[in-house]
């Protein structure tokens, strides 16, 4: 049992609409959840960025935000917190984390260049493309077996990295990147030994490396809680030692930062920040996009993200969904990871092949069955490769994201009872095919049509 440390003071009202009305509203959607009215979703886990409930602190401050257009309090603060939790000396804010993706990719990266990392997230991928260059995942093995538990399946396979490096030439690679937690395999920790293997290997070959520090805050938790060798650190100082292994770190302040805009990148080279910076003011605007209200709320968040209490009570409750759905015999990626329940659709529906995307079709079922958004994770988030063959994902899974603090365990309960009844139907449910695909980012606004 784990101590809660928060209560929820105001609320929202959600509502299930009737089969009929669900039916036509995922039709009219060209079976795409994006296309989802929200007031047509009962319990949304189509994503835990920018959903979290900000806390009484994180108003107040926002209230007292300082919106001058230079040299902002509301704009200290934010910096001054990040420097002291990430060890950096510069900050360059972002409307959200792509728009740091795109900035640091369009000065660090050139066409015809790879950047490695563990897993990269489909944005991520989708800048370094963008760029001309190639995204190249070289993550540990252990993460395609959903069934294997492994603590840290986020970590980069070290001679995956090194055959990288010596098949492209260090001079091809502009910077190696590791996404903690891995998002795109689960939701899984990287270890602070491998993040420190890594940093030899970058320094042997002189690459910089950079953190995708999304949800950087669940990542130090594991560490705690599964590397012996750090189990008396505070979560402030596996943080310390985490940033010491990076030039600097990219982040989406919508996950760990408790906000619901925002981003970053913090690093410590000057001149790499005076370009990076330079781009900003040019895209972005000097403060980044950023109104002072989401500053403070981004100030007070970082510090709420890394407190002990709230990540322990946060871990636990993702493992409480997953434990209900093993208890049930239902595949899921094992161990649980720091955000969200992914569902192993390739066993679910073993007989829907890739092409047709099983992840979509159990997340359609979600919410048919009992208006639960949730996200695929594989074949289709994948996207084709730049020949434009089908980039078939090694793993195909439905994410359930949860939102920080928004929902009880009785919507958790809920959505176990869902996801039970689709399992046992599960033989009759049919996979989708394009009636619409975009060329990048095909997720977000694809429309389908369902095999007959
Ligand atoms: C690991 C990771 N990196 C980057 C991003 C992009 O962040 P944003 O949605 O703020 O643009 C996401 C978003 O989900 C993410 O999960």
């Given at each position: 049992?784990?101590?809660?440390?928060f209560?929820?003071?105001?609320?929202e009202?959600?509502?299930?609409?009737?089969k009929?009305?669900?039916?036509?509203?995922?039709k009219?959607?060209?079976?795409?959840q994006?296309?989802?009215?929200?007031e047509?979703?009962?319990?949304?886990?189509?994503t835990?960025?920018?959903?979290?409930?900000?806390?009484?602190?994180?108003?107040s401050?926002?209230?007292?935000?300082?919106?001058?257009?230079?040299?902002?309090t509301s704009?200290?603060?934010?910096?001054?917190?990040i420097?002291?939790?990430?060890?950096?000396?510069?900050?360059?804010?972002?409307?959200?984390?792509?728009g740091?993706?795109?900035?640091?990719?369009?000065?660090m990266?050139?066409?015809?260049?790879?950047?490695?990392?563990?897993?990269?997230?489909?944005?991520?991928?989708?800048?370094?493309e963008?760029a001309g260059a190639?995204?190249?995942d070289?993550?540990?093995?252990?993460?395609?077996?959903?069934e294997?538990?492994?603590?840290?399946?986020?970590?980069i396979?070290?001679?995956?990295?090194?055959?990288?490096?010596?098949?492209?030439g260090?001079e091809?690679?502009?910077?190696?990147?590791?996404?903690?937690?891995?998002?795109?395999?689960?939701g899984?920790?990287?270890?602070?030994e491998?993040?420190?293997?890594?940093?030899?290997i970058?320094?042997?070959?002189?690459?910089?490396?950079?953190?995708?520090?999304?949800r950087f805050?669940?990542?130090a938790?594991?560490?705690?809680?599964?590397?012996?060798t750090?189990?008396?650190?505070?979560?402030?100082?596996?943080?310390?030692?985490?940033?010491?292994?990076?030039?600097?770190?990219?982040?989406?302040a919508?996950?760990?930062?408790?906000?619901?805009a925002?981003?970053?990148?913090?690093l410590?080279?000057?001149?790499l920040?005076d370009?990076?910076?330079?781009?900003?003011?040019?895209?972005?605007?000097?403060?980044?996009?950023?109104?002072?209200?989401?500053q403070?709320i981004?100030?007070?968040?970082?510090?709420?993200a890394?407190?002990e209490?709230?990540?322990?009570?946060?871990?636990w409750?993702?493992?409480?969904f997953g434990?209900?759905?093993?208890?049930?015999?239902?595949?899921?990626?094992?161990?649980?990871?720091g955000?969200a329940?992914?569902?192993?659709?390739?066993?679910?529906?073993?007989?829907?092949?890739?092409k047709?995307?099983?992840?979509?079709?159990?997340a359609?079922?979600?919410y048919?069955?009992?208006?639960?958004?949730?996200?695929?994770?594989?074949?289709?988030?994948?996207?084709?490769?730049?020949?434009?063959?089908?980039?078939?994902s090694?793993?195909?899974?439905t994410r359930l994201?949860?939102?920080?603090?928004?929902?009880s365990?009785?919507h958790?309960?809920?959505?176990?009872d869902?996801?039970?009844?689709?399992?046992?139907?599960?033989?009759?449910?049919?996979?989708?095919?394009?009636e619409?695909?975009?060329?990048?980012?095909?997720?977000?606004?694809?429309?389908f049509k369902?095999?007959?």
């Amino acid at each position: 049992m784990v101590v809660p440390n928060f209560r929820i003071k105001e609320v929202e009202e959600i509502r299930l609409i009737s089969k009929e009305e669900r039916e036509k509203a995922i039709k009219k959607a060209g079976y795409n959840q994006f296309f989802l009215n929200s007031e047509d979703v009962l319990i949304d886990l189509l994503t835990d960025s920018g959903t979290g409930a900000i806390s009484k602190e994180q108003y107040s401050a926002s209230k007292k935000a300082d919106e001058s257009y230079a040299g902002r309090t509301s704009a200290r603060n934010m910096e001054e917190t990040i420097n002291d939790i990430f060890h950096s000396k510069y900050v360059i804010p972002t409307p959200q984390g792509r728009g740091a993706e795109y900035i640091f990719n369009q000065i660090m990266t050139s066409k015809g260049q790879v950047v490695p990392g563990n897993i990269h997230f489909d944005t991520t991928r989708a800048h370094i493309e963008y760029a001309g260059a190639i995204g190249l995942d070289c993550v540990v093995d252990d993460i395609y077996d959903t069934e294997k538990e492994v603590d840290f399946k986020g970590n980069i396979d070290l001679d995956k990295l090194k055959d990288c490096i010596k098949k492209y030439g260090r001079e091809n690679i502009p910077y190696i990147l590791i996404t903690a937690t891995c998002n795109s395999g689960g939701g899984q920790p990287v270890s602070l030994e491998n993040m420190i293997k890594t940093r030899e290997i970058a320094n042997e070959y002189k690459i910089p490396l950079f953190l995708d520090a999304a949800r950087f805050a669940e990542n130090a938790y594991f560490i705690k809680e599964r590397e012996k060798t750090f189990k008396n650190q505070t979560l402030r100082g596996i943080v310390f030692l985490m940033m010491l292994q990076f030039d600097g770190c990219l982040m989406s302040a919508k996950k760990d930062g408790i906000s619901n805009a925002g981003g970053f990148i913090a690093l410590n080279n000057k001149e790499l920040y005076d370009k990076l910076d330079e781009l900003k003011i040019l895209i972005f605007g000097f403060n980044g996009g950023l109104p002072g209200t989401t500053q403070e709320i981004i100030s007070k968040g970082l510090r709420e993200a890394i407190d002990e209490d709230y990540l322990r009570y946060r871990v636990w409750e993702i493992k409480y969904f997953g434990d209900k759905l093993i208890e049930n015999n239902i595949p899921i990626v094992k161990p649980t990871g720091g955000h969200a329940i992914y569902l192993d659709a390739a066993k679910i529906l073993s007989h829907i092949e890739k092409k047709n995307f099983p992840g979509h079709a159990l997340a359609a079922e979600l919410y048919l069955e009992g208006g639960i958004r949730s996200c695929e994770i594989g074949s289709l988030l994948r996207g084709r490769d730049k020949e434009g063959s089908d980039g078939i994902s090694r793993l195909e899974l439905t994410r359930l994201a949860i939102p920080r603090r928004v929902y009880s365990l009785e919507h958790l309960d809920y959505c176990v009872d869902i996801i039970k009844k689709v399992y046992e139907r599960r033989e009759n449910i049919r996979g989708f095919e394009f009636e619409f695909e975009p060329k990048r980012l095909r997720h977000f606004k694809a429309r389908f049509k369902r095999l007959e």
